[in-house]
């Protein structure tokens, strides 16, 4: 079963960088697309921000997209999240998980919270 454990997570000001990890675990790691969501407070929706397939192919959310980067190390089992221009609304709780949210349980995500 795999384990979800994010890390990187912190207060910065509007226009900050912030790098997320998401260490996976499981033999499969190699194989999967893996994604980042947020979850904004006060809402109780996970949305999905970035994604990248086994081959490197990446994929973004249109709020994000030319400030985050997502990117992956097989060989540490390691998903990242480079953030970039960060804003306020960028605020939320950041997980990581396959493309499809199926991962059970989810980890416990990485508090990301900019102020203006």
């Known amino acids: 079963q795999a384990q979800l454990v994010e890390s990187g997570g912190g207060l910065v000001q509007a226009g900050r960088s912030l790098r997320l990890s998401c260490a996976g675990a499981g033999s499969s790691f190699s194989f999967t697309t893996w994604a980042w969501y947020r979850q904004a407070p006060g809402k109780q929706q996970r949305d999905m921000v970035a994604?990248?397939?086994?081959?490197?192919?990446?994929n973004y959310a249109d709020s994000v997209k030319g400030r985050f980067t997502i990117s992956r190390d097989n060989t540490k089992k390691i998903v990242y999240l480079e953030m970039n221009s960060l804003k306020p609304d960028d605020t939320a709780v950041y997980y990581c998980?396959?493309?499809?949210?199926?991962?059970?349980?989810w980890g416990q995500g990485t508090q990301v919270t900019v102020s203006s």
């Open positions: 998980n396959n493309a499809l949210g199926s991962i059970r349980p």
């Open positions: 994604q990248i397939t086994r081959a490197g192919n990446t």
